[in-house]
């Protein structure tokens, strides 16, 4: 073989280039035909019945429609998302120990949202809320993440035994 | 004359059936090329793997368990409608009102959970067997992207009846994809369709679950069959390789006077190799001798066929596939388990950050699967002389199985630790 570019080597790796193209155009176009068209959060706001005195300050209260918690943090009122950060399970609130506990994968964190123990990466995720006609509204379009695991600004231990038992 | 003779005997007949009458050898080789299901057959395998213990006949298995599942299959699409509306109702109606419907829905959920073990346990089979070294190094890559194809088959069916298992299954699982550096999130988005899982990610595990899996599993095992057939007679008995420069493939071994395979060298003419046949005068019979595939090796595989057949049929008709409540997003259950081909992977999430337990662990084990044939140099064949492989694969697996059983038996609410008898054990 010359090293010179005849016109069958050209013609060879043209056709080469050529289909290396087409697969690549494809993968974009089947890539870029699938993904989802994604609006602004499930509803944008949702308006709560409660007002941000009934909102108390050692329990929970779940709102439903924003697949989030409210709760009162230093006398503040806070939304905490539902979603676990590990893996996306829906984190129940338990009444025994006042903590949230994942079905999942075990991981535990306080009533603001706080990592205490587990798998998940960081804190629960918050949604900023706001007092409009005199309730509380809950911003779900955006999510403020949670803070870093070891973060405690509550200080409150387990109120009592955790509903996943305790030899955890 | 028979009939069936008659009607091969008239000229439409003979147009449609080429396959001769099965009366010698020659005959019966000729009959395997003539046939296009009866190619994926070699003339001939070596004696040792028409026996059981070779193979424990678990490849015939799992394509009979994957055959099983097309035909279920194929009946439950006829009453099912994939989006949030009807797939549960549709379920529903399909045990209650569907002719065999409850019966047909067992037969696709057992042959599932079987077939996941039938691939997993040949593999190992053919690991302790050597089987994977030189030249089948491929064929095992190609094994090992069937299993993948096989756990996301499973996993994508999981979601189809939408009750409580299906959607939190579902919903840990695309947030694993989340975790892959760069591409996870778009990853995930593309499998769900949308911000959660929702009616796009039931349509698009649908479509993946009945059509872009199936075809690449059948367009996989026909390589993995095919390439089995060509190297059908190559030795892996319990010396060291012979190496490609002594074998060809789709040549034909025979045993030597001091029992060391050689080549037989020749022309083949529709795969018969002239020259008597090695199983001829000889007393003693090498493991590596060739014996005739019909009908020694085809009605092993129809016996087995018909063992897991009614194996699989049998527990349908025992025991009832799960369906729990209708999926609701605004509550998981406690505790939510993965299917049990995946506990090992929660258990393992429970206990190390996901990007460790739920891409890095099982990248790791694929591609060193996958691997395995290209780094292990040790030639021998039988598992007796490869111990470092063969202790550090055993290891694996004990531990995988172990994972497996805490993950599906010991772990109740939150993940605590329960003991098997406190009933929170997961649902097959």
């Keep these: 073989m010359s090293d010179t570019l005849d016109r069958r080597a050209f013609l060879a790796k043209g056709w080469k280039a050529g289909l290396g193209l087409l697969a690549a155009a494809g993968l974009w176009t089947s890539w870029d035909l699938l993904r989802p068209r994604l609006g602004a959060g499930f509803a944008a706001k949702v308006k709560t019945t409660y007002t941000a005195e009934t909102v108390p300050a050692d329990a929970v209260l779940e709102i439903p429609a924003a697949r989030a918690y409210l709760t009162k943090i230093d006398g503040e009122v806070v939304a905490i998302s539902e979603k676990c950060t590990h893996l996306g399970c829906r984190i129940p609130f338990c009444d025994s120990s006042g903590q949230f506990e994942c079905p999942c994968h075990g991981s535990f964190f306080n009533r603001a949202g706080e990592h205490v123990t587990g798998p998940a990466p960081r804190g629960m995720d918050r949604f900023t809320v706001g007092i409009v006609d005199g309730v509380v509204e809950i911003d779900t379009s955006e999510t403020v993440n949670g803070a870093p695991p070891g973060t405690d600004t509550i200080d409150e231990p387990p109120l009592g035994p955790r509903c996943g038992g305790d030899h955890a | 004359m028979k009939v069936a003779d008659r009607v091969k005997d008239t000229t439409i007949g003979r147009s449609i059936f080429r396959i001769p009458d099965r009366v010698t050898d020659r005959d019966r080789a000729a009959g395997h090329w003539a046939s296009f299901l009866m190619h994926i057959y070699p003339v001939k395998v070596r004696r040792i793997e028409i026996t059981f213990k070779y193979s424990a006949f678990l490849g015939v298995a799992s394509l009979v368990l994957f055959i099983s599942l097309l035909v279920s299959g194929i009946y439950l699409m006829f009453f099912y409608v994939p989006s949030p509306a009807n797939a549960y109702g549709d379920i529903q109606s399909i045990q209650t009102d569907v002719a065999f419907g409850q019966y047909i829905r067992n037969v696709h959920r057992w042959s599932a959970h079987l077939m996941v073990l039938a691939v997993a346990a040949h593999m190992a089979r053919v690991f302790y067997r050597g089987a994977y070294k030189s030249p089948k190094e491929f064929n095992w890559v190609i094994g090992v992207l069937l299993l993948v194809v096989t756990l996301l088959l499973s996993f994508t069916g999981y979601l189809l009846p939408w009750d409580q298992l299906a959607f939190w299954a579902v919903t840990v699982g695309t947030s694993m994809a989340a975790y892959v550096p760069i591409i996870g999130e778009e990853v995930q988005l593309l499998l769900l369709g949308g911000p959660s899982v929702g009616s796009a990610t039931l349509l698009r595990f649908y479509v993946l679950h009945v059509a872009v899996l199936p075809l690449a599993l059948v367009g996989l095992v026909t390589i993995h069959l095919w390439r089995w057939r060509k190297d059908s007679m190559l030795s892996t008995g319990g010396g060291p390789a012979t190496g490609p420069a002594k074998v060809q493939p789709g040549l034909p071994l025979q045993a030597s006077e001091n029992g060391d395979p050689v080549v037989v060298e020749g022309r083949r003419v529709l795969g018969v190799v002239p020259g008597k046949p090695a ?135 939150s993940w605590s630790w329960v003991w098997p008898w406190e009933e929170w054990h997961g649902e097959l």
């Design chain 2, 279 to 413: 199983t001829g005068d000889r007393k003693e019979l090498s493991n590596d001798d060739p014996v005739m595939v019909w009908p020694h090796l085809l009605v092993r595989h129809a016996v087995a066929a018909l063992a897991v057949l009614f194996v699989v049929l049998l527990i349908g008709l025992t025991f009832d596939a799960p369906l729990r409540e209708i999926a609701n997003p605004t509550s998981t259950p406690n505790p939510e388990k993965a299917p049990w081909y995946f506990a090992a992977l929660q258990e393992l999430l429970a206990h190390f950050h996901p990007l460790v337990a739920g891409v890095l662990v099982p990248g790791a084990i694929v591609l060193g699967l996958m691997a395995l044939p290209y780094m292990d140099r040790n030639p021998m064949f039988d598992a007796r002389f490869r111990r470092v492989a063969r202790i550090t694969f055993t290891i694996f697996l004990v531990l995988w199985i172990v994972l497996t059983l805490i993950g599906f038996a010991f772990r109740g609410p």
